[in-house]
């Protein structure tokens, strides 16, 4: 996509090296990525990496000390109501009013927005009908799970034309999680764009393409798989019967580069990217063997996007930086 | 701007909703002026009826049955033990069965008709100390009628004369009291229960999502405060009720201008509220600057309870700008002396101007982005 597109014909979202700080806190560093149309992109990165300051730009509810956004082709600083009215955004907070019901929670949002629940039906039916009926349950008595699906409902009754959210699935049961993204799965099916935060690593794979973010700067945008397939050395997954003996005793091997449980299993990384898989597994078994571990299972194995972000997230500040 | 105006009465109706589901603080708000007005009623009337009296008199004489029989007629006292010796006394008082003695030195006739200064001992249960010294005024007031009766000479019966005495409080008080009540009542439900509602709504983070949307801010605080000045003015109408059918207080104006000054008052304590949950950083530090900025001056330094002529000067410098001050007397002129716009327009327009300043500051501390 070229600058000389027209507006409407832009990447729903682009970011172009937004920065900003607190204080003397560097929240955000240089950030610059993009979502495209019908993408569902998740920001992936541990607490305090920047993640809410970004989606507080996005929304048009901070301003960026430096660099440019735009979202649907406004200006998050000049066009503050046009985007208003055409995103959908929840906060990481659940923010719903527990005193108020299932019902009238989405009812309010809806009118906020000039439209009603009857109107937003198509968009949250997936999703509502699964509340439906708790609809007259006061919002504080709802389940997290429930609780989540709410304020999604809430966040998209207007029908935006892209989706912020911010950790939405902090704080909720693995089962309510797993829904929760095959909600998503189905949302994007619709051709909205979603830009969804986490700091679940797994459920990066869920996503189009990620961001990997860490302390303010994106260390990594691509999709998953692709991210995955840029590790660097040969990685060998171990299981003994004392795994934080085990962690210690690979962690002082010669050749170790990064060891982190896994699991039940440690992630082994070693240093030679060059040598032979078989022969680094030979090695291992005997030095292991020679420890007096038991039980011991020692395979080599490919590595997965947590394997790539735990690469990408120890080292230093200078950062693989895909094109987006 | 059909949508605009469903946003804001979907607000307004959130709102309604928030406050009828707390039910504690609703009631409390509902039957606040209603309790205020009794309590302080009572408890702010300097007078004081049946005051139960020991009287010790060793040696009865006709004297001392003369103003026994004084006592004994006067509706304040009622003589509750007579008894020759002090014994008697100490344990009633100690029960809290005597709120005051009379103890009559021996022979008190012949005393009196030699002429020579006589003493009468007093003794008053001062536990409330206003109480006491009030009823001991009352006794005072008693023995001096007496002796101005029987043409004793001054120094006949020599007990220092109160000045209390000379007050009559009993329905005054309260008179004064109301317009002070109302103006309390109003400064709690706007000012307290906005800044604490507002604030709530920035502590949860409902706010994000409100700011994320087409309401622009004067649209939220609309929305916030009219079920607020709704509920306040429901309060000064029960307050007002509450005065007339307990206390007989008088209303002797303009009820329309009592309520469009209400509102102008309102509107103040709103702005105020606004303002506090603006720049307050949490619901409890909102309630806190509430309570101490403008409950504390309302019920202190607004002439509701210490006259404003009492104070000291620069206090009195600080009583201009608070709003229950001016409020206070708009509401006694029109309650108490049924005067109206002619004499009142200054402090309208003192209000006025407060509403104004405190308005722009509310509306601009409240920004559509965070900082």
Redesign the interface.
């Known amino acids: 996509m070229t600058d000389h597109a027209v507006a409407s014909s832009r990447a729903p979202l682009e970011v172009r090296g937004v920065s900003r700080r607190f204080e003397e806190t560097v929240a955000l560093s240089d950030v610059s990525f993009a979502v495209n149309a019908g993408e569902l992109f998740g920001l992936v990165g541990p607490d305090g990496a920047g993640k809410t300051t970004l989606f ?1 730009i996005l ?5 960026p000390d430096s660099g440019t956004a735009t979202v649907l082709g406004l200006d998050v600083v000049r066009d ?2 046009a985007i ?2 055409r ?1 959908g ?1 929840m ?3 659940f ?3 527990p ?2 019901s299932v019902e ?1 929670n989405l ?3 809806a ?4 439209t009603s629940i009857d109107e937003g039906r198509a968009i949250i039916a997936p999703i509502y009908d699964q509340i439906e009926p708790f609809k007259d349950r006061r919002a504080g008595a709802l389940s997290g799970g429930m609780k989540q699906k709410l304020a999604l409902c ?2 998209l009754v207007h029908c935006p034309e892209i989706l912020f959210l911010d950790e939405p699935t902090t704080g909720v049961d693995a089962v309510s999680r797993r829904e929760f993204w095959d909600l998503l799965g189905a949302l994007k099916k619709s051709g909205l764009p979603i830009l969804v935060s986490t700091a679940y690593m797994d459920e990066a794979t869920r996503c189009d393409r990620v961001g990997l973010i860490q302390r303010g700067r994106i260390l990594a945008v691509d999709a998953p798989a692709a991210i995955a397939a840029r590790y660097p050395n040969p990685l060998i997954a171990v299981h003994a019967n004392e795994r934080h003996k085990l962690i210690q005793s690979l962690r002082d091997y010669q050749h170790a580069k990064s060891v982190y449980p896994f699991g039940d299993e440690v992630h082994y990384s070693d240093a030679r990217a060059a040598k032979a898989m078989d022969d680094i597994v030979a090695e291992l078994r005997t030095y292991l063997a020679g420890s007096g571990f038991t039980d011991l299972r020692v395979k080599p194995i490919s590595a997965g996007v947590e394997d790539a972000f735990m690469e990408l997230m120890g080292q230093p500040e200078a950062t693989v930086r895909a094109a987006a | 701007m059909a ?2 105006r ?2 804001l ?3 307004i ?2 709102e309604m ?2 406050i009828l ?2 039910r504690q603080t609703l009631t409390i708000l509902l039957l606040l002026p209603l309790a205020m007005v009794v309590l302080f009623g009572y408890a702010l009337r300097n007078d004081i009826t049946d005051v139960r009296l020991v009287v010790i008199d060793p040696t009865p004489d006709y004297a001392t049955i003369a103003l026994r029989n004084r006592f004994a007629g006067n509706p304040r006292f009622e003589i509750v033990a007579t008894s020759q010796t002090p014994d008697l006394a100490e344990p009633l008082f100690r029960r809290g069965d005597a709120d005051l003695a009379l103890a009559f030195p021996p022979r008190f006739a012949e005393s009196l008709s030699q002429g020579v200064p006589t003493r009468l001992l007093l003794v008053g249960d001062a536990s409330d100390p206003n109480t006491g010294s009030t009823m001991a005024a009352y006794a005072t007031a008693v023995i001096t009628s007496y002796q101005t009766e029987i043409g004793a000479t001054g120094q006949a019966v020599r007990i220092v004369p109160q000045l209390r005495m000379r007050f009559n409080p009993t329905l005054e008080s309260v008179n004064l009291f109301v317009p002070g009540l109302i103006a309390l009542v109003l400064t709690l439900i706007t000012a307290l229960m906005t800044s604490i509602s507002l604030s709530r709504e920035k502590e ?3 706010l ?8 622009h801010p004067w649209q939220i605080i609309l929305g916030k405060v009219m079920p607020y000045l709704l509920l306040a003015l429901g309060n000064v109408a029960t307050a007002l009720l509450a005065a007339w059918a307990v206390f007989h207080v008088p209303f002797r104006g303009s009820l329309v201008l009592l309520l469009s000054a209400s509102v102008l008052y309102s509107m103040v304590g709103l702005s105020l509220g606004v303002l506090i949950a603006a720049l307050a950083p949490s619901q409890r530090a909102a309630m806190l600057a509430a309570l101490a900025g403008t409950m504390l001056p309302n019920a202190l330094l607004s002439g509701m309870i210490f006259p404003i002529a009492s104070l000291p000067a620069w206090l009195r410098m600080v009583t201009y700008v608070v709003p229950a001050r001016w409020f206070i007397v708009i509401a006694r002129g029109i309650m108490l002396k049924g005067v109206g716009l002619t004499y009142l327009w200054k402090e309208l327009a003192v209000l006025t101007v407060m509403l104004v300043v405190l308005l722009i500051a509310a509306v601009r501390s409240f920004k ?3 900082a």
Not at chain 1, 59 to 63: A, D, G
Not at chain 1, 111 to 114: A, R
Not at chain 2, 208 to 215: D, G, T
């Open positions: 507080r929304t048009t509810l901070l301003v503050l109501w208003r009215s995103v955004y906060p990481g907070r923010s719903l009013y005193d108020l009238e009812s309010f949002f009118s906020v927005f000039g809430c966040a | 949508d605009r469903s946003a009465h979907a607000f109706v959130k909703r928030h589901r707390d949860r983070g409902t994000e999502i409100l700011l994320v949307s087409p309401l559509p982005r965070f």
